[in-house]
């Protein structure tokens, strides 16, 4: 007869089904199979830890954002944000959604071009683009977001040198009555800098200013900060068409929609507080359709929806190392994911999810990882189930970010899978090994030899 594992007998108060400023009761389930696999084969074919994207959860999640916005404005184009998450095989599936690319640096440009995205469906932002990317960015007719009168000046000197009309808009940033205002990036609206670079623009006659783009902020809670932004944008593009009798193609609005991870510090949970994509569409629908644009000459609306496309689409799967006691008595458990690997942790409470029948004892609980440093906090306090040595769990909502700020770090980067709408896992990205870092690492000859 097996040996029944013991629990510590522990009083705690009654719950009952009434909320307080915590939510309601925790409805607390197993996560055994993620789109039909099993967590434990995945795990035992692909090793722990493993990041596991969800194709069907991604396709379902654009096209209800489409959906939403398409309801609401005739015109919408998304361009899929390879920072957010530029494995291959995730950029692919929004693109064959009709996803344009919107990328930030160089490194993006190129893996968009190789991912087979034509330059004219790439959007180029950021405030570091060098010369070399200028020039491929004009070369293939893309779409460059100015951020600042340094990069201005710098495509007019590429103008006369390469002999082409650049594509270009202007990066504005504004008061939304969201604080502290995004005024790092792109010139301000209420201080005449958006016009200055407008009117410098208009003034060349060597560039076609075709949009005009906005990103306001992050994790956004509030639809009505996207149409006063529209609202915003739109002015300048009426005042183009008043001043110069210029037409602009498209406002661009950004992204920072929240996905359903809950922000530490939050009294409530996020499924009960983010808007939904429904509540952004109509602000922002209603912003650009009140404006004074004609029926027939409405702007395209660009969003470059990240977080929120992604998010819920990816998970973190990993093994229970240890569990100790602390000092003040709290039970700790040390897992086998890290900061390094989960970096969104420092600011979301994720949720974690047993992989295995749990029993109905529960504790406060500190998650460590398993990294050398205090700052390894997966979670600083959870009520969780006992977890063992040896078990597995789930990390929720982790497709944004996680595999494109993850680090190298003590620990080898892991395998990333994909379950495709047929329930089959892909390998998309194996895992480090140290002929990876072998090949890049260079050892200076005098340095080869010692004894200890």
């Known amino acids: 007869m097996e040996k029944l594992r013991y629990e510590r007998p522990l009083i705690k108060r009654m719950e009952n089904e009434m909320p307080n400023k915590y939510g309601g009761k925790a409805d607390r389930q197993p996560m055994t199979h993620i789109d039909g696999l099993a967590v434990k084969d995945l795990l035992a074919e692909y090793g722990s830890p493993l990041f596991v ?3 069907k959860t991604i396709r379902s999640t654009y096209k209800k954002a489409l959906k939403a916005f398409t309801m609401r404005y005739p015109r919408v184009q998304f361009a899929w944000s390879y920072k957010t998450n530029y494995m291959d095989a995730v950029c692919n599936i929004f693109h064959q959604e009709g996803s344009w690319a919107e990328v930030v640096s160089g490194f993006e440009y190129d893996k968009a071009l190789k991912n087979g995205v034509s330059g004219k469906r790439i959007i180029f932002n950021g405030p570091d683009k060098t010369v070399s990317d200028l020039t491929k960015a004009i070369t293939n007719d893309s779409l460059i977001h100015i951020d600042h009168l340094d990069e201005l000046y710098t495509i007019m000197e590429l103008i006369d040198k390469l002999g082409k009309r650049p594509r270009v808009a202007i990066r504005v940033n504004m008061d939304t ?8 990036f792109g010139f301000n609206y209420e201080n005449g800098q958006a016009w200055d670079a407008l009117n410098k623009i208009m003034a060349s006659g060597k560039m076609d ?6 990103h306001i ?3 956004m809670l509030s639809p009505k900060a996207y149409g006063i932004a529209a609202s915003k944008l739109s002015d300048l593009a009426l005042g183009l068409k008043r001043r110069y009798n210029h037409e602009v193609k498209y406002i661009d609005l950004g992204g920072g929609f929240p996905s359903r991870n809950t922000l530490k510090g939050s009294y409530l949970p996020a499924s009960d507080t983010i808007p939904s994509f429904e509540d952004f569409a109509e602000t922002i629908a209603s912003a650009l359709l009140n404006a004074e644009f004609p029926p027939d000459a409405l702007p395209l609306l660009i969003l470059e929806t990240g977080r929120a496309l992604v998010d819920e689409a990816g998970y973190l799967l990993g093994t229970v190392i240890s569990n100790k006691r602390s000092s003040i008595g709290k039970r700790t458990t040390i897992v086998d994911i890290g900061v390094n690997l989960l970096f969104t942790s420092f600011w979301y409470n994720h949720k974690i999810s047993p992989a295995q029948e749990f029993s109905s004892y529960t504790e406060e609980t500190t998650i460590y990882g398993p990294l050398c440093m205090n700052i390894d906090v997966i979670r600083e306090s959870a009520l969780m189930p006992l977890l063992n040595k040896g078990d597995h769990f789930v990390v929720h909502h982790v497709g944004a970010y996680n595999m494109t700020q993850w680090m190298q770090f003590i620990t080898l980067r892991p395998n990333v899978v994909l379950i495709d709408l047929e329930g089959k896992a892909h390998l998309i990205r194996r ?9 890049m690492e260079l050892l200076p000859a005098h340095l080869k030899n010692f004894d200890l």
Request: a negative charge; hydrophobic letters at 30%.
């Open 177 to 184: 009555g969201v604080y502290p205002i995004w005024d790092r």
């Open 431 to 439: 895992h480090e090994t140290m002929d990876d870092f072998e090949k």
């Open 209 to 214: 200013l075709v949009g005009l783009h906005c």
């Open 53 to 55: 994207m969800s194709e």
């Open 217 to 219: 902020g992050t994790y």
